[in-house]
Each structure stands twice: as C-alpha cells, then as structure tokens.
C-alpha cells in the first residue's frame, strides 16, 4: 500500500540521453514514479546549449498527459541531419508546470547528439579511419576545411559580404589609377588631350580639372573607412576561431579512455591557443586576401586589355598575364613537397620545445627535490638549438620563396617599358596611358605577389591543420555510451511493469535487476517501499575490464565477475592494493566503460555523483560557488544548509568562517567580477603568463589555499549538498584519523538512512533511496555498513560482515597478545612468539604441530619478512589482517572457521606468496598524468598484470 500523502512523481528517464543524427529524431521517455492510478500531465521544451533549435533539432514544446495505468511516455524531437562536422552537439528539455503530481530530481535532460562525420568532411574518411593522413594531399585538405568552414551559415554570409568590400577597394585601387592617367594627360602635360572620351566631362581650365581630381581622389576613402568597420564587426575571424576552438574542446570530453590517455593537457592547450589561431589567421583569413587580389588582377587584366593600343601590345598583354602567375604556381609547386618538409619539422620542434616547458614548470617540485636541475636545463638547451636550427632553415625557405614574386614582377614590368618606351618617345603613345600602364601592370605584380604569399601562407597552415585533423579524428566513446544508456533504458521499461505488480500485487517479479519482496532497505533497517522504482537494484553481469596497454595495462583488471547492490544502502569495497577497487567504483559511476559483452545496469532515473579521491576546485569560481557547485537549486546558495553540513564535517573554524563570508558576499563579489572583466587583466607579458598569474592569484584567493584535510573536507560538503540517489565515493577515509574518520562515516550512514543531509524530515517520502558506494583500506568502521564487497584476482564478491567482525575481533585479541610494548606494532621477535603464546594457532601461520622451537622460529621469521609490506621491522594490525584474509583466498568464512576450530589447519607460505604476488600491480599508477616518452623526466614503468583472472 501506498502512504496516504504519497504523491506521483513525474521526471525523466534518464538525466543524460545519447543519439545519432543519421537517426533523424530522438525519443526522450518521461516516467511517472507511483502507484499510477490517477491521471496527472506535465509541461516539456527543449533549450539550445551548443546544439541550435533549427539546425541541427526542430524546437519541442507542449504538455504530455499521464492517463492512469501509463508509466512511462516519450516526447519525440526531430533531429536535422546534415554532413558538416560539429562535435557532439548537445540540447536540453526541462520539465514543469506538473498537475496531479510533483517534478522529481531529474526534471532536466542533456540529449548528446553524436556525430559520425569526419574532419574536416567525409572526403577523407577512409584515409583518417585507417590512421594515413600521410597520404592525403595538403591542398586538397585545406579545400575541404575550407568547405567544412564555409558549412557554418551565418560564416557563410559574413564572408560573402567581406569579399564584396573587398572588391570594393580594388574598384578604388583602379579608379586611383584612372585618375592619376587623368592628372598626366589632361593637367599635367604641356599641351593637355581633350580628345579622350572624359574630355567633356572635365573643367576648361587646369585649375578646374585639378580641385576636381583632388575632390574625386579624396571621395573614396569615406566610404571605405565605413565598409572596413561594417567588415570587422563582422567578426568572421572570431567565428572562424571560436568554430574550431569549441569543436576541438567538445571532441576532447567526449574521447574515449584511449584517446584520453595519447593527449595530454600541454597538446589540447597548444591545439586550442596556438594552432587554431595559426590556421585561421594564415590559412583561412589567407583565402580572403587571394580573392582580393585575383579580384584586383581580374578588374586590371580586362582595363589593360581593354586599352591596349594596337595589336602588338595585347598580344604582349596576354603573354604577361599568362606567364607571370604560369611562373609563380610552377616554383611553388617544385618547391611544395620540401617547404612542407621544413615547416612540419619546424612545427615539431617547437611543439616538443613547448611541451618540455610545460613538464618542467607542472613537475618543479619533482625536480628540485630529485636535483634535476643540471639535466632538465641541458635537456631544455638541447630543444631549443634545434629548433633554433630549424627555425633558421624555414626562414632562408621563406626568403627564397617570397623573393621570387617581386623578381617576375620586375621582369614582366621591364618587359613592357623595353616593349613601349619608343613609342612614348614617338608621341605614338601618351605619357599619361604609358604611366598608367606601368602602374597597372605593378599592381597586376602586387597582386600576384599578394597571391602567392598567401599561398604561402596557407602551405606553412598546413601543419596546424593536420595536428588539429589528428585530434579532430581520435575515436570518442558517445557510441558506446549510447550503446550502454539505451539497454538500460530498455531493462529498465521492460522492469517497471514487474515492479508495479510486485508492489501493489504481490506478484513475485523473476528479473535479476529487482529486489525480492516489497521490502527496501533504509539503512540497517528495511520498510516498505513506495514507489517500484525503488525495487530496482545496481546489477553487474560478467563484467571484464581491461586499461589500454599504452598505460601498462592490457591484461583484465576484472573478468567475467558479478554482483549486485541493492538501493538505500552504505557499501564498502575492499581487496588488496591493486586489485581493481579504484576500478569498480569507476565502472558504477559511468567514468569507465566495460568490456564488449559486460551487461552493468544502473537504473538511469538515478543521479550517479563520482567524487575522485583527491579534492578538485574551479579557480574561476569563488569558494562559495565551489561549494555548491552542481547544484541549480537557488536555496542551496542561501547558506543556511551549507554551514550546518560545514559544522558536522568539522571544518576548522577559520574556513567555516571564509565559507560564511563567501556566502554573504555572493552577490557582492560577482558584482566585483563584472567590473573587474570589463577593465581587464593588465597586460604584462604574453596573454599565457598573464592567464597564469590570474589564475594563481585566484588559486590563492579560493579552496586550494586551505590545508588539504580542509579540501577533503570540502570535497565531501560538496557531494553531500548535491544530495545525488547514488554517490561514490574513493577512499573518502584515507587523509584523516580515526577519530575524524567515525564522524564522516557517521554522517555517510545518516545520509543514506535519511536519504539526504540535512533536508527536510517532512519530504522524506518524496525522496529516493540514498546509496553510497566506497572504497576503503583496512577494516575500520566496517561495523556501519551494509555490504561489503571484496575485489580480488579480477572477480567481486560479497563477504560476510558478522564473519568479518568475528575475524576481526579474534585477529585484534592474538595480534595484541603479542605486542609486547603495546605501540600498535609486531616487530620479528614479537612475531615469533605465536608458538609460545598461541600455540594453538600456529598452524595459520605455517608452522607444523611437530615443529622444534628453533624451526619454528626460523618458519616465522621468514614469514615476517613476507607480511611486512612496508620493510619497516613492523607490523601493524591491518597487515596482520590481510595475512590472514589473503591466505585462505579471501574467503572470510572460512578462515572465521579456522579461528574458531584451528586444530589441523596448516597455511604454507606459498600460499600467501602467490595471494601477494597475484596483486602486485599498482592500480593508481593509472591515476598518475602521462609522460611522453621522449621525455628527460624519469618515467616509472608498470609490466602488465602477471595473471590472467578467471
């Protein structure tokens, strides 16, 4: 039965829905959570986030009605497919205005669209599929960028009309030439023409003829200056940048664990700040200056044909036009393959160059303490000379090339005074014409010149194109993650009926992904349950997981292992260093993906929050903004809930203080920050030193300048204000006491038993079941969990908590009996007195019955130096517990058995030693950042697991 004020919740599915644009629409499901009987409807629209409505979706808005009987509905939106590359686009929906029912967590939604274009079109797409860009022309991969730039349609437009300003200037560069032919003729010369065809348009007198020239050489410089700022309020530069610069960010949080891992943070930044902008500004922008000038040559070629005087002189006028750019495209392309060369080697050396200095200045500390400094400034000098040599190869190519236009310039322009200055001299052809014609055919030169600098420009553009290429075309993971969401939508659908019947029937549900009965546990208790939904449990099916093998990986961290965790729960994980705990959490919170044939369910109408081990703060944000950083509820900022979770996780004073004070002076400090964006930054040094000292004074203003305890801290207030149904937590104990240690565990217990902290006892009802999911070294504070799962020789299993304490508690009784001086450590001869204090349990620790004192001495001693993991001379009493536990396989009931009835139980060493050795691979070594392999900075290496689970 249903609680009499237990009302219908409506939200979504799943916060988070993954498409295809080839699919040409996406259904979004919408569930009704509830006993369903009564009819309740509610109101949905989509929002642009970098997906815009009418381009790549159609808008979606209207109301959905629930009738009674019905669960789960869909609101289908219309997708708009096209072949330009845009990188994960993404929409959103909200819910609202709910009648018969109230809006759950989840009432909004991120639909992800993927793309299955390549970059920078589908050209392409076999050569960058298989890894052979090397084969791909240079030339005809700028033209397609160029056609995947153009795709965008308000670049489209903006471009179109900056190249009508640009003809515009060519019109005034040969009305200028006009006039000046004009000046000659007509004023200038001793006996003025006024047989031309302007003839009658100009003044009698020379002083008339001249104050109009002046006037019409003047006239146009107006307009232009108004048509140039018409042209950069355009901003089709910024466009252009901001194109590339978002698709590359959105491309690289959507890479998989693959791709992740071959970019590292010092190549996406170099990508974003130096490439992008090097490409557009010498490669894309170049296009443009080529038009103008082809546009200049096109308007000069048909004026100087059309006034050739004679014969001769067209026949002359063609042969130029043909040879000289004839000349120009045929140097460059005897050339290409070699300036390419050059410039790529060059682009290299630099990029390595930068990427040292980005190692040393990350990794200071590393090397300072490891006095470093000798081999990291040679190493840094060593870079630097070559791509000094580098440097100074392109730059002599450089020379040879952009030399080589001015010279045919000059020689086409000898070619006409040698061919015409006779007839000058003959009064055959006037001053005025042959002037006019000499600068027409510099300009002709100019413009060439101009031609081929940019195709020069956009030669040396290549190499950022084909880095930005590269990772533009790193496999992304949203297929997968697709694949993953709609068969957990699917179970999910196909669950619920099954749940509503178990509920409200009493009809026995047989799906693996419900809990039996009607019954859910709150904590160590369990209730009836009022929704299904709250029935539905985390449900892992041979799941496999394997790191790449770049990472030193390769080998099955889990393989083929099941288990289950059911909602309103507080589970630990455990198992050796190494043995994949890190891992699981992982896979549970959607940051990995399993293998190909792992079924992991997770019921999507949950919010899963993963919280990394060590604290994280945004430096663009304030501290009460990290804090509460997730969250959209407004209430959360009024602080008041803020300050009571800050009191019971025992923040030291002063930081709670900083905290209350960031809350008051929320809105007063992002009025500062309005006013501080619009004075800006002052500019000392380059815009990359002057990003970093911003951001360091800001790192000293906010979270990271607090003692690391207190960021844990606060890391933890900031999950629990976010209140999530699922939180996952890794190794949430390790940086504090025992003392701080029972608080926090207390307050996880009170989060789950609560379904939230600190929020309102009267909506408890409304809320689901809280889980939290951690990791946890040793055996402390396991008397408050529910479950405790065990992560070993690549499978998870269940252990027994009554049996764990009972191990637990007979481990702490024989360890303390030996401990001579009471400090919480064995050292070799407390250990080899087990034969004389407890002799009845010799046998666990390999030493046979029939053993003289000397040789058990001698069997203990050795097995002393096994257990003793840190080679300190001792042993604590979680080293001694996971001796005990890892000698019988993990298998905690069975070794509970052992200690109750020892008589006949003989442990030999080999059988802890291959238990060590199967779990000897540091798991967090993947936690670590990547250190490209040429690198000066010593790199440790981790073999691939020795083993093969299963």
């Known amino acids: 039965m249903v609680h009499e004020n237990d009302v219908d919740i409506i939200q979504f599915a799943s916060t988070v829905l993954y498409c295809s644009e080839a699919e040409g629409k996406v259904e979004v499901s919408v569930v009704r959570l509830g006993e369903e009987d009564n009819t309740c409807s509610v109101?949905?629209?989509?929002?642009?986030?970098?997906?815009?409505?009418?381009?790549?979706?159609?808008?979606?808005?209207g109301t959905m009605t629930f009738e009674p009987g019905q669960f789960m509905k869909n609101i289908s939106v219309e997708l708009i497919c096209n072949n330009a590359?845009?990188?994960?686009?993404?929409?959103?929906?909200?819910?609202?205005?709910?009648?018969?029912?109230?809006?759950?967590?989840?009432?909004?939604?991120?639909?992800?669209?993927?793309?299955?274009?390549?970059?920078?079109?589908?050209?392409?797409?076999?050569?960058?599929?298989?890894?052979?860009?090397?084969?791909?022309?240079?030339?005809?991969?700028?033209?397609?960028?160029?056609?995947?730039?153009?795709?965008?349609?308000?670049?489209?437009?903006?471009?179109?009309?900056?190249?009508?300003?640009d003809q515009y200037a060519n019109v005034s560069f040969v009305w200028h030439i006009f006039l000046n032919r004009v000046l000659v003729d007509s004023v200038l010369a001793p006996t003025p023409q006024d047989d031309s065809w302007y003839s009658g348009a100009l003044p009698t007198s020379r002083t008339g003829r001249a104050i109009l020239l002046v006037v019409l050489f003047l006239l146009p410089h107006g307009f232009i200056i108004f048509l140039y700022r018409l042209k950069a309020q355009r901003k089709i530069l910024g466009m252009a940048v901001n194109q590339l610069q978002e698709n590359l960010l959105r491309k690289y949080l959507n890479y998989n664990e693959t791709s992740r891992h071959a970019v590292s943070v010092a190549d996406l930044t170099m990508a974003i700040t130096r490439d992008v902008p090097e490409l557009i500004s010498e490669g894309f922008m170049s296009l443009f200056?080529?038009?103008?000038?082809?546009?200049?040559?096109?308007?000069?070629?048909?004026?100087?044909?059309?006034?050739?005087?004679?014969?001769?002189?067209?026949?002359?006028?063609?042969?130029?036009?043909?040879?000289?750019?004839?000349?120009?495209?045929?140097?460059?392309?005897?050339?290409?393959?070699?300036?390419?060369r050059i410039e790529h080697h060059l682009f290299v050396c630099q990029t390595e160059t930068l990427s040292l200095i980005q190692q040393i200045t990350q990794n200071f500390r590393l090397i300072t303490d490891y006095w470093q400094q000798p081999?990291?400034?040679?190493?840094?000098?060593?870079?630097?000379?070559?791509?000094?040599?580098?440097?100074?190869?392109?730059?002599?190519?450089?020379?040879?090339?952009?030399?080589?236009?001015?010279?045919?310039?000059?020689?086409?322009?000898?070619?006409?005074?040698?061919?015409?200055?006779?007839?000058?001299a003959d009064d055959v052809l006037p001053l005025g014409v042959f002037l006019a014609t000499v600068t027409t055919w510099k300009g002709v030169g100019s413009a060439y010149q101009r031609a081929y600098?940019?195709?020069?420009?956009?030669?040396?553009?290549l190499a950022p194109l084909r880095n930005i290429v590269h990772y533009m075309n790193l496999p992304v993971d949203t297929s997968e993650r697709m694949e993953m969401s709609r068969w957990q939508l699917s179970r999910f659908s196909e669950a619920s009926p099954e749940a509503q019947r178990q509920l409200f029937q009493g009809v026995p549900s047989q799906s693996e992904l419900l809990e039996p009965g009607r019954l859910v546990r709150r904590g160590k208790l369990k209730e009836e349950a009022v929704?299904?939904?709250?029935?539905?449990?985390?449900?892992?099916?041979?799941?496999?997981?394997?790191?790449?093998?770049?990472?030193?990986?390769?080998?099955?961290?889990?393989?083929?292992?099941?288990?289950?965790?059911?909602?309103?729960?507080?589970?630990?994980?455990?198992?050796?260093?190494?043995?994949?705990?890190?891992?699981?959490?992982?896979?549970?919170?959607?940051?990995?993906?399993?293998?190909?044939?792992?079924?992991?369910?997770?019921?999507?109408?949950?919010?899963?929050?993963?919280?990394?081990?060590?604290?994280?703060?945004?430096?663009?944000?304030?501290?009460?903004?990290?804090?509460?950083?997730?969250?959209?509820?407004?209430?959360?900022?009024?602080?008041?809930?803020?300050?009571?979770?800050?009191?019971?996780?025992?923040?030291?004073?002063?930081?709670?203080?900083?905290?209350?004070?960031?809350?008051?002076?929320?809105?007063?400090?992002?009025?500062?920050?309005?006013?501080?964006?619009?004075?800006?930054?002052?500019?000392?040094?380059?815009?990359?030193?002057?990003?970093?000292?911003?951001?360091?004074?800001?790192?000293?203003?906010?979270?990271?300048?607090?003692?690391?305890?207190?960021?844990?801290?606060?890391?933890?207030?900031?999950?629990?204000?976010l209140n999530p149904e699922v939180l996952v937590l890794h190794k949430p104990l390790e940086n504090f006491g025992r003392l701080h240690g029972r608080r926090i565990v207390d307050l996880l217990r009170e989060f789950v038993d609560n379904r939230g902290l600190e929020q309102a006892p009267q909506e408890l009802h409304l809320r689901r079941p809280r889980t939290v999911i951690m990791s946890a070294d040793g055996c402390d504070f396991l008397d408050s969990m529910d479950i405790l799962l065990s992560v070993d020789d690549g499978s998870v299993s269940e252990l027994s908590l009554a049996a764990l304490a009972h191990v637990r508690k007979e481990v702490t009784k024989l360890f303390y009996g030996l401990d001579v001086k009471g400090d919480g450590l064995l050292r070799v001869k407390d250990f080899t007195r087990i034969s004389e204090v407890w002799p009845q349990y010799q046998g666990l620790f390999g030493v046979p019955e029939t053993a003289e004192p000397q040789e058990a001495t001698q069997i203990l001693a050795l097995l002393f130096a096994e257990i003793d993991g840190g080679a300190?001379?001792?042993?604590?009493?979680?080293?001694?517990?996971?001796?005990?536990?890892?000698?019988?396989?993990?298998?905690?009931?069975?070794?509970?058995?052992?200690?109750?009835?020892?008589?006949?139980?003989?442990?030999?060493?080999?059988?802890?030693?291959?238990?060590?050795?199967?779990?000897?691979?540091?798991?967090?070594?993947?936690?670590?950042?990547?250190?490209?392999?040429?690198?000066?900075?010593?790199?440790q290496r981790f073999g691939p697991p020795t083993r093969r689970p299963g």
């Open 289 to 340: 200056d080529l038009i103008e000038g082809m546009g200049l040559v096109l308007i000069l070629g048909v004026t100087t044909l059309a006034g050739s005087h004679d014969a001769a002189d067209l026949i002359l006028s063609l042969t130029l036009f043909i040879l000289l750019p004839l000349g120009m495209m045929i140097f460059i392309r005897c050339r290409h393959a070699k300036t390419e």
């Open 453 to 461: 600098k940019d195709m020069l420009s956009m030669q040396h553009a």
């Open 531 to 721: 929704y299904p939904q709250d029935l539905f449990r985390i449900c892992a099916t041979n799941i496999s997981f394997a790191y790449p093998e770049h990472t030193g990986g390769g080998s099955n961290i889990l393989y083929r292992t099941s288990f289950q965790i059911p909602q309103g729960t507080l589970v630990a994980i455990t198992g050796p260093r190494g043995s994949g705990k890190k891992t699981v959490l992982e896979l549970v919170a959607g940051v990995l993906l399993p293998a190909s044939g792992s079924r992991l369910f997770v019921p999507p109408h949950l919010r899963v929050l993963h919280v990394a081990k060590d604290p994280q703060s945004l430096p663009e944000l304030d501290l009460f903004s990290n804090v509460i950083f997730g969250t959209s509820a407004r209430e959360s900022r009024l602080s008041t809930r803020v300050m009571k979770i800050c009191n019971r996780l025992g923040l030291d004073p002063e930081v709670r203080k900083m905290v209350e004070q960031a809350a008051m002076d929320y809105v007063t400090e992002a009025s500062e920050k309005t006013k501080e964006k619009a004075h800006g930054p002052t500019r000392e040094g380059s815009a990359a030193s002057v990003v970093a000292r911003a951001m360091q004074n800001k790192l000293v203003r906010g979270m990271h300048s607090f003692p690391f305890t207190e960021q844990c801290l606060l890391n933890l207030c900031r999950a629990f204000i």
């Open 43 to 61: 109101c949905y629209e989509t929002s642009d986030i970098s997906a815009a409505a009418g381009v790549k979706y159609h808008r979606a808005c």
């Open 375 to 424: 081999s990291m400034v040679k190493s840094f000098g060593g870079r630097v000379r070559s791509t000094n040599k580098a440097s100074t190869e392109a730059l002599v190519r450089k020379i040879e090339n952009t030399e080589f236009a001015p010279f045919l310039t000059t020689v086409a322009v000898c070619t006409y005074i040698v061919f015409n200055f006779q007839k000058v």
């Open 872 to 939: 300190n001379g001792g042993l604590d009493i979680d080293e001694m517990m996971e001796y005990m536990v890892a000698s019988f396989g993990r298998d905690v009931q069975k070794l509970e058995q052992a200690l109750k009835n020892p008589e006949g139980v003989l442990i030999h060493k080999a059988s802890y030693a291959n238990a060590k050795r199967s779990n000897t691979m540091p798991l967090d070594a993947w936690a670590a950042p990547d250190i490209p392999t040429d690198s000066p900075i010593p790199v």
């Open 85 to 165: 590359f845009e990188a994960t686009l993404e929409f959103s929906m909200r819910l609202y205005d709910a009648k018969g029912a109230v809006l759950g967590t989840e009432d909004t939604c991120r639909i992800l669209i993927a793309d299955d274009d390549t970059f920078p079109t589908n050209r392409f797409h076999t050569f960058l599929s298989q890894g052979q860009m090397s084969r791909i022309n240079g030339g005809a991969l700028m033209l397609e960028y160029f056609k995947m730039a153009f795709s965008d349609r308000a670049l489209r437009r903006a471009a179109f009309w900056n190249c009508l300003t």
